[in-house]
T-cell receptor
Framework: AQSVSQHNHHVILSEAASLELGCNYSYGGTVNLFWYVQYPGQHLQLLLKYFSGDPLVKGIKGFEAEFIKSKFSFNLRKPSVQWSDTAEYFCAVNPEAGTALIFGKGTTLSVSS | DAGVIQSPRHEVTEMGQEVTLRCKPISGHDYLFWYRQTMMRGLELLIYFNNNVPIDDSGMPEDRFSAKMPNASFSTLKIQPSEPRDSAVYFC??????????FGSGTRLTVV
């Protein structure tokens, strides 16, 4: 069965530090990849998505992610985090259109000011 | 667009009672998903529909859970009887064409 692994359970950073959250998936075929963010007490919001083309994807709020097919990875990055980035981040895979998103367990990011 | 609308936002009920959660997807979206979120298990897919037809209900925990989508603009998730271990946040999401989902605000269910 397809699965998504997020290696970091909890990341603690100071403001202005750089961020990289790891995500690996297990699926041999073409996949669609997503990062969602969930601010405390809120619903999931789409940060960015990759379907095809340029493997470096830019999303909202200065986030970007790089798809490396050979490593089955889709890591999320931000050059300089802000206190307002404190949230839980979920990587998700959609093996094909019409199937459900498969989520990783999530990574909690805490940013101190 | 009002987005995906879920009701109620919070539900507290006693063990053994019936609970009904409601979802209104975004107009024009042909897929609807129900997820459950807990600290221990993260986000779990319960069931999803395409054009009002259930496609995959393998994530429904047991017979106490049932979901319906009588029309394109409404879906319910029912738990009968409810148990404390059902306490979680239940999210509904919808999408058009199966790519990139929009989530509702969720229903926080507490069964005491």
């Amino acid at each position: 069965a397809q699965s998504v692994s997020q290696h970091n359970h909890h990341v603690i950073l100071s403001e202005a530090a750089s961020l990289e959250l790891g995500c690996n998936y297990s699926y041999g075929g073409t996949v669609n990849l997503f990062w969602y963010v969930q601010y405390p007490g809120q619903h999931l919001q789409l940060l960015l998505k990759y379907f095809s083309g340029d493997p470096l994807v830019k999303g909202i709020k200065g986030f970007e992610a790089e798809f490396i097919k050979s490593k089955f990875s889709f890591n999320l990055r931000k050059p300089s985090v802000q206190w307002s980035d404190t949230a839980e981040y979920f990587c998700a895979v959609n093996p094909e259109a019409g199937t459900a998103l498969i989520f990783g367990k999530g990574t909690t990011l805490s940013v101190s000011s | 667009d009002a987005g995906v609308i879920q009701s109620p936002r919070h539900e507290v009920t006693e063990m053994g009672q019936e609970v009904t959660l409601r979802c209104k997807p975004i107009s024009g979206h042909d897929y609807l998903f129900w997820y459950r979120q807990t600290m221990m298990r993260g986000l779990e897919l319960l069931i999803y529909f395409n054009n009002n037809v259930p496609i995959d209900d393998s994530g429904m925990p047991e017979d106490r859970f049932s979901a319906k989508m009588p029309n394109a603009s409404f879906s319910t998730l029912k738990i009968q009887p409810s148990e404390p271990r059902d306490s979680a946040v239940y999210f509904c999401a919808s999408t058009s064409g199966g790519y990139g989902y929009t989530f509702g605000s969720g229903t926080r269910l507490t069964v005491v």
